[in-house]
């Protein structure tokens, strides 16, 4: 992606920690409007880690996190999705004892606007026609891939600017992983930016403008997407070859 | 088949054996020696009672009793059908009258425990939005009763307050104590939050414990004012009269009022916004959060307004007895109102006034049993956990808002 485009999320020098042990040890990474930009690394690298502090989940102990300017360090959790951050956490995390429309509602739970809620709705069911199926069923009985479909419909009800996704692909059929990744690029042309975090490094390249690998909490590499995937020392280690 | 069978009577033998087992230290270990008699004739009878039982479900097992069964399904589904047909706000009509009309079909005896039921009605509904509905324990609960109860006593005895001035003023007190159990609790879960708020329990009964000046200690407070009414009487003209609630079937219908409002007030939470949000954070703290949903300030809330029933509830109980003293606000009280709320439904208005009714009318049924009235107790609360695990009537969560979408 060239450099002139605006900058919508840019982590600087960012550095978090459970308790004392530090997970993230200063990473940097800018996410252009527009794009879908993938996090890669192995198990325990950090990367839920770097979008729970994105999210003020994780507390940020050194360093700044901007979203359209603005510094977010300090801003409650609660407001982030308010203003166009909205994450799908790892292990998709539904409301199991509610309907999937409930659920859905949530989504949109800062939102006044019932009619724009309500186009919303549909929206979502367009995107995943198995979910108006199920509109009354509790979240807890879906499928997997179901859930995962029922986060992300859930996420998008807040009309997100930004879309911070964690492993969408986690414990799915390769065909549903297709499916949903097919979603989310659709989702991403319809103006969304998106930062992707997944264990499958191949999926989520192909799939993504650029990319970053993390490593025990820092970036090691950041580039294009293609020129990853053809990266020798990345298909080695991330693609298994 | 004959594998089952064998299982199931070399389990009951086990059993016996275990019963026995356990039977023996409580009632054969004495002061003047080991006696084996007492337990030997009381362990017989339960050994003959659960043969019957097995036998039972021997013939169960064996399909004896299938016609009567599917008789009584039949019946079932008819009645089922006919409670379908029936618009809801005649079934609510229906009962408001019953309610209404009970002091006159029951004496004092029955008032009295009505009033108990109706104190529980609103403190199981107020520990259920904090349990049900947000799904944060809470094992010292009965302490804002306490508050209440309390607050109404000192307001009565040293300022000659109504009763009515002092409900508010209980209520909010309640809120305030809400508050302060909640916010060092926020970022606490499950074992954690039940041990603090037990914790908290046992502070407040012990302040009104020892704090001699103020609550006279132990010994309680006495000289408590009844609650007064204004009646409009016409006799002789349009005039407001006023007097005081002396009989017990007046202080039902006081309460009787203080309950259809906690319900009233309950159940339009129940389907707010605020409803939604406690239910997202009892299923999901963090990803209710990332929906962005205030946590912090909405747990809070829960705290405070179930307390606010606890503390109307308390000042009633104080109105009534004309007594307080911190022994009414043990933790066994808590858990009472625990039970109810589990027994009830997590979550189900309809379900924890079942609770209440079931755990506190059903204890005086049982008074002739009375030494055995807590095992009878355990007992069946243990068959209900197992017979009906989502509490006697279950919350309906097939989304009301979800309807009116389509
Ligand atoms: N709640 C937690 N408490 C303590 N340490 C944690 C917690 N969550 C994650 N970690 C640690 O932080 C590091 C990064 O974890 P995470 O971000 O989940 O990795 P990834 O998502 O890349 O698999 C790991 O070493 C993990 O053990
Ligand atoms: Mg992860």
């Not at chain 1, 990473?27 to 770097?50: C, D, M, R």
């Not at chain 2, 069978?5 to 230290?25: A, C, H, N």
């Not at chain 2, 962005?292 to 029933?309: E, I």
């Amino acid at each position: 992606m060239s450099e002139s485009k605006e900058v919508i999320l840019e982590l600087r020098d960012v550095t978090s920690a459970y308790g004392n042990i530090e997970a993230l040890k200063g990473i940097s990474l800018k996410v252009h409007k527009g794009e879908i930009v993938s996090i890669i690394g192995a198990n325990g690298a950090g990367k839920s880690t770097t979008l729970m502090t994105i999210c003020n989940i994780v507390p940020t102990v050194k360093g700044d996190i901007f979203y359209q300017g603005e510094r977010i360090n300090a801003l409650g959790s609660e407001v982030l999705p308010t203003m166009g951050l909205c994450q799908v956490p790892e292990g998709r995390r539904i409301f199991p004892r509610l309907t999937v429309t409930e659920n859905l509602e949530m989504g949109a739970f800062f939102r006044k606007d019932q009619a724009g809620i309500k186009d919303d709705m549909e929206r979502a069911f367009e995107f995943f026609p198995k979910l108006r199926e199920r509109r009354r069923q509790l979240g807890g009985t879906l499928s997997g891939g179901e859930q995962q479909m029922l986060a992300i419909g859930r996420a998008i009800m807040s009309r997100p600017k930004v879309l911070l996704l964690d492993e969408p692909s986690m414990g799915l059929a390769p065909l549903i992983v297709q499916q949903i990744f097919k979603i989310i690029e659709e989702i991403n042309s319809q103006g969304v930016t998106v930062l992707l975090v997944e264990q499958n490094a191949n999926l989520a390249l192909q799939a993504s403008h650029r990319g970053y690998v993390l490593e025990t909490g820092s970036v090691v590499m950041e580039d294009d997407a293609s020129a990853l995937l053809s990266n020798s020392d990345i298909r080695k280690a991330y693609l298994g070859e | 088949m004959i594998h089952e069978f064998k299982k199931r009577w070399v389990s009951f033998g086990i059993g016996l054996i275990w019963l026995f087992v356990i039977l023996w230290p409580l009632l054969g270990i004495k002061p003047e020696g080991l006696e084996f008699g007492t337990t030997f004739a009381l362990w017989g009878k339960l050994a003959v009672a659960a043969l019957c039982i097995m036998i039972v479900y021997e013939l169960n097992v064996r399909g004896v009793f299938d016609g009567a069964k599917k008789a009584g399904s039949a019946i079932t589904g008819s009645t089922r059908k006919a409670y379908a047909a029936i618009p809801q706000w005649l079934l609510l009509l229906i009962l408001l009258a019953l309610a209404l009309v009970f002091p006159s079909m029951t004496g004092r005896y029955g008032h009295d425990v009505a009033c108990n039921v109706l104190i529980y009605v609103c403190l199981g509904l107020g520990l259920n939005i904090v349990v049900g509905l947000a799904g944060l324990l809470d094992l010292g609960y009965i302490a804002f009763y306490g508050v209440g109860a309390y607050t109404y006593a000192l307001l009565s005895i040293h300022y000659q307050l109504s009763f009515w001035m002092s409900l508010p003023i209980a209520g909010c007190l309640a809120a305030i104590a809400g508050c302060i159990i909640g916010y060092p609790t926020l970022r606490m879960r499950g074992d954690y939050l039940a041990i603090v708020t037990l914790g908290f329990g046992e502070i407040v009964r012990l302040i009104l414990n020892n704090w001699m000046e103020l609550t006279n200690g132990p010994n309680g407070l006495s000289g408590i004012k009844r609650p007064g009414v204004y009646w409009l009487d016409m006799t002789n003209g349009w005039t407001l009269e006023h007097f005081w609630v002396k009989k017990v079937w007046m202080y039902y219908y006081v309460i009787l009022f203080i309950a259809i409002c906690t319900i009233i007030a309950v159940y339009r939470l129940n389907y707010s916004r605020i409803g939604r949000a406690w239910e997202a954070i009892r299923e999901d703290e963090t990803a209710a959060e990332l929906m962005g949903v205030n946590t912090f300030l909405l747990k809070l809330l829960a705290y405070a307004s179930g307390a606010v029933f606890a503390g109307f509830a308390g000042a009633f109980f104080a109105s009534r007895m004309r007594f307080v003293s911190p022994e009414s606000f043990t933790f066994l009280e808590s858990a009472m109102v625990l039970a109810m709320v589990v027994l009830g439904g997590m979550g189900s208005i309809p379900g924890v006034i079942l609770g209440a009714l079931a755990l506190i009318a059903l204890p005086e049924v049982f008074r002739e049993f009375d030494l055995y009235r807590m095992l009878v107790f355990g007992g069946v609360m243990t068959v209900m956990m197992l017979v009906r695990p989502k509490g006697l009537w279950p919350a309906k969560r097939v989304g009301r808002r979800s309807e009116e979408m389509d």
